[in-house]
């Protein structure tokens, strides 16, 4: 793997003098700020070993570095989902590019069923915590023998969600007037949506909303000691007793909060430091 990373950052060094220090992961909807980034560098998926073809409907696959708001940032657009019969590792391995291209910070944004009946669909939440289901059962990005130059053998997860950065998107989202929830993530490995007793164990849990990626990356952006900050976009409403989720539903909401979800991104990067 530490190849692998090496071989992609050397692709794209070539391509761009731009020294990346946010990177972002945006999820279904929201890939198109990608397209406001100044001084431009675009590197298709395809010229980037162990980068695939992302296959969800709304995801592409290229890695664009520029400036977003005046600050370096490289962005992947598109994601690989663990439902799609990716590894953990396959899942992970542009976070690990992210951090060795020069990013500090990962920003990560997601679609995710809303747990809660007063909550609405658009609703944007910052992510406080996880609750990892896949990697606790055993699906986890950093099984096996440990690389000593990516991380330590046991990283802690309390804190992996910058507190600094939770505070930041806070007063972003009250200066742009959006109403910002915040709570914990919880990730299914999918493809199914959740059954009723799954969403009831889930909010007994303490879980906020819940989705199908997010947890490993952030994972291993904390072992690369990046700091992190976590968006969902509350696509629909996951309720033991609500109508069933569906995916154009998903797309629908992300296409519909797009303009408010992107000032959120572009804010809190102006003012990342
Ligand atoms: N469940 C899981 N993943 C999701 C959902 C959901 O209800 N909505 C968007 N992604």
Known sequence: MYNQIVQACTIIQARTSIVPRVGLILGSGLAALADELAEAVVVPYADLPGFHEPQVAGHRGELAIGLLAGQPVAVLRGRFHFYEGYSMQEVTLPVRVLHALGCTTLLVTNAAGGLHAAWQVGDIMVIRDHIFLPGLAGHHPLLGPNDERLGPRFPPMVGAYTPALI????????????????????????????????????????????????????????????????????????????????????????EAAKPRFAALVRGVVADSR
């Open 167 to 254: 505070a930041l998107a806070h007063t972003t989202a009250a200066a742009l007037g959006i109403t910002l929830r915040e709570g914990v993530y919880l990730m299914v490995s999918g493809p199914s949506f959740e059954s009723g007793a799954e969403l009831h164990a889930f909010r007994m849990w303490g879980a906020d909303a819940v989705g199908m990626s997010t947890a490993p990356e952030v994972v291993v952006a904390s072992h690369s000691a990046m700091q992190v900050l976590g968006f969902s976009l509350i696509t629909n409403l996951a309720l033991p007793d609500g109508p069933p989720a569906n995916h154009e539903e998903v797309l629908a909401a992300g």
